[in-house]
C-alpha cells in the first residue's frame, strides 16, 4: 500500500466534506487535495525531483496538511523541523539529509533566512507573503500551477518522511519511513487506536510534525476532519473542543496536568468527546486517577518510538479500569510483535525484564545515510531494538521499567543528557557536567545539571543556563542546575547519573529505580 494512493482515495470518496479546520477558516477534501496538486506542480517547477528532501519549518495552521500531501504528491521526502529547536540543530538537519529546498511559515521567514546563510544552496519558499526576507511565496504561484495530480511513479520503498529524533549518545538520528511504512502507521492507528468516520473531529493542538500529525491520514480516510490549534493554551484548548465538537483529542501527560490543575477540565463541555488518546512519556498516577474521576473512561494510551510510531502497545479504556494493569502500558498492538530479550539476545519468559523488541509493518526502513546504526537497530529478521527496558506479565501486558539510555521527556519533547552537558562543558568555568531528570509537577520531568567548576573559577546557575540556552532549544535548557564539588564515578570513571537521579525522585511514587 502506497501512502500517496490513501490521500487520492480519500480525496475522491469524501470531495465535498470538510477536512480541515483552522481557526475561522476550512478546505473540504476536494479543496487539500487541488492545493496539494498546485502545490506539488510548483515544487516540481522548482526542480524538486523523485526522491529530493524538502524541509518544512511550518507552525500548526491551515496549509500544515496540503504542504504535506504535496510532498508526497511530488515524490518528495518531507524533513520537517521543530521551530523550537536552534538554529545550529536545524541546519544540521538540513545539511546532513541533503534539504536543497525549504518551505516555511511567515511567521519564521526571519529563521528561514538565517538558515539560508547557515545552509549552502538553500532555497526558500514561504506560505504566504513575508515583510522583510525575500522569499518565493508559495501560496501566490500556486494559483497559477496546474490543479491537476502529477501522478509520478511511487513504489512501497520510497522514503516519504525524514524525522529527527535524539541518539542515545545525544547526538541527532535521522528516521526513514517509507510509502509502505506510513501507510502501515495509518492503519496501526485505525486498528488500536481510534475508529473515525464521518461525523469525527480530531483536535489538533501538539505539532503535526509528530505524533498528532500520525492522526490527519487515518481520518482523511474514514471522511472525518482535523481541527488543527496553533499551539497548546490551557485556557482556551476546551473552549476549542467545544467550538469543533471534538470527538477525540490527543494529549501528552503534560497536557493533561495542565487542564486538570487550572479547574477547566471539570468545566469543560466534552460531550462530544469519545477517546483522549495519551502517550509520548509516562503518566503520573495521581494526573491518571484524576483525569479519569473527571472524564471517565475515555482515555487510551499508547507506547511507541519515532522508529515504530504510533503503538506498539496499547492501554485501551477498559484496560484503565482495571487496577491490576496500573502502571502498564498497555498490550501488544494487533500489528505488532514483541518480545524481550535479554543480554544474549535470547527469548526471556513472561516477568523476566530485557530490553524490548518490536517486528511490524508500521517500522522505520532505517536511519538516513548511517547504515551502521541501522545494522545495531534493525536485526536481520526485521527486529527493531527500543533501547527501553521492560518486563510482560502472563497476560501479555508491558511495563517499561527504565531505558537502557538516560533520555528525559519533559513536556512530550525528548531531551539527552550528553547533548546538554556538552552545552554546558563549553562554558570556561565548567569542568565537569552530568544531567539527570527531576520530578516536575507540570512537565513530570524536569531537565536537572550537577556541575563541578574549575579551579579558581566561578560561574552561578543562571549564567550557566543562558550559556545552553545559547546553544539549545528552550526546553533543553536546565530548570535547575547545582554547581557540587565532585560528580560521583563508577570505578572505570564513568559519571553515574542514577546515583544523582535516584535521590531527586526518592520521595515519588511509582518512579522505577
Avoid at 487535495?33 to 526522491?51: F, K, Q, S, Y
Avoid at 531494538?385 to 525528548?414: H, P, Q
Amino acid at each position: 500500500m502506497l501512502t500517496v494512493d490513501l490521500v487520492r482515495r480519500g480525496a475522491r470518496r469524501f470531495a465535498d466534506r470538510t477536512a480541515v479546520l483552522s481557526g475561522d477558516a476550512s478546505l473540504t477534501f476536494r479543496e487539500v487535495d487541488e492545493t496539494a496538486n498546485r502545490m506539488a506542480n510548483v515544487l516540481i517547477g522548482l526542480g524538486v525531483a523523485r526522491g529530493d528532501r524538502v524541509g518544512l519549518l511550518v507552525d500548526n495552521g491551515l496549509w500544515s496538511v496540503p504542504i504535506d500531501f504535496a510532498c508526497l504528491k511530488a515524490g518528495a521526502a518531507r524533513v520537517p523541523l521543530n521551530a523550537r529547536l536552534s538554529a545550529d540543530e536545524q541546519a544540521r538537519m538540513l545539511a546532513a539529509t541533503g534539504v536543497r529546498l525549504l518551505v516555511h511559515g511567515a511567521a519564521l521567514a526571519d529563521r528561514a533566512a538565517e538558515l539560508a546563510e547557515r545552509v549552502d544552496g538553500l532555497r526558500l519558499v514561504s506560505l504566504g507573503q513575508t515583510a522583510d526576507v525575500e522569499t518565493l511565496d508559495l501560496l501566490d504561484e500556486m494559483a497559477e500551477a496546474s490543479p491537476a495530480d502529477p501522478r509520478l511513479p511511487a513504489e512501497p520503498a520510497d522514503p516519504v518522511l525524514i524525522l529527527y529524533t535524539s541518539g542515545t549518545t545525544g547526538s541527532l538520528k535521522a528516521v526513514v519511513h517509507t510509502q509502505a511504512s506510513y501507510a502501515a502507521i495509518c492503519a496501526n492507528i485505525l486498528a488500536n487506536l481510534v475508529s473515525p468516520g464521518r461525523d469525527s473531529v480530531m483536535l489538533h493542538a501538539a505539532s503535526l510534525i509528530h505524533a498528532s500529525g500520525t492522526f490527519v491520514l487515518p481520518y482523511w480516510i474514514r471522511g472525518g476532519a482535523a481541527a488543527v490549534l496553533p499551539g497548546f493554551d490551557p485556557g482556551s484548548y476546551l473552549d476549542s473542543l467545544t467550538r469543533y465538537r471534538a470527538t477525540e483529542i490527543n494529549l501528552v501527560p503534560t497536557m493533561l496536568g495542565m487542564l486538570l490543575s487550572s479547574g477547566a477540565a471539570e468545566r469543560a463541555d466534552v460531550s462530544s468527546l469519545r477517546t483522549a488518546v495519551y502517550g509520548a512519556s509516562p503518566m503520573p498516577g495521581p494526573v491518571l486517577a484524576q483525569a479519569l474521576d473527571v472524564w471517565g473512561p475515555r482515555l487510551v494510551q499508547y507506547y511507541g518510538q519515532t522508529e515504530a510510531p504510533l503503538a506498539i502497545t496499547v492501554l485501551d479504556a477498559t484496560d484503565h479500569t482495571d487496577p491490576a494493569l496500573a502502571g502498564t502500558c498497555g498490550h501488544p498492538s494487533v500489528d505488532a510483535e514483541v518480545r524481550i530479550v535479554g543480554t544474549d539476545g535470547g527469548a526471556l519468559p513472561a516477568g523476566e525484564i530485557g530490553e524490548l523488541q518490536v517486528r511490524a509493518p508500521f517500522g522505520m526502513a532505517g536511519y538516513h545515510e548511517a547504515p551502521g546504526l541501522t545494522a545495531e537497530t534493525i536485526d536481520a529478521d526485521g527486529w527493531i531494538a527500543t533501547r527501553d527496558l521492560a518486563r510482560l506479565d502472563d497476560r501479555g501486558y508491558l511495563t517499561l521499567v527504565d531505558r537502557t539510555s538516560d533520555m528525559i521527556i519533559t513536556g512530550g519533547y525528548n531531551v539527552y543528557p550528553r547533548e546538554v552537558e556538552e552545552a554546558l562543558m563549553a562554558h570556561p568555568a565548567v569542568s565537569g557536567a552530568a544531567v539527570v531528570a527531576a520530578p516536575d509537577p507540570t512537565w513530570v520531568e524536569a531537565v536537572t545539571a550537577f556541575v563541578t567548576l574549575r579551579p579558581g573559577a566561578s560561574a552561578g546557575p543562571d549564567e550557566l543556563r543562558e550559556a545552553v540556552r545559547g546553544a539549545l532549544a528552550g526546553y533543553k535548557v536546565p530548570k535547575a542546575v547545582h554547581v557540587v564539588d565532585q560528580l560521583p564515578l563508577s570505578p572505570v570513571g564513568k559519571i553515574l547519573r542514577r546515583a544523582l537521579r535516584e535521590p531527586l525522585w526518592a520521595d515519588t511514587p511509582g518512579r522505577a529505580s
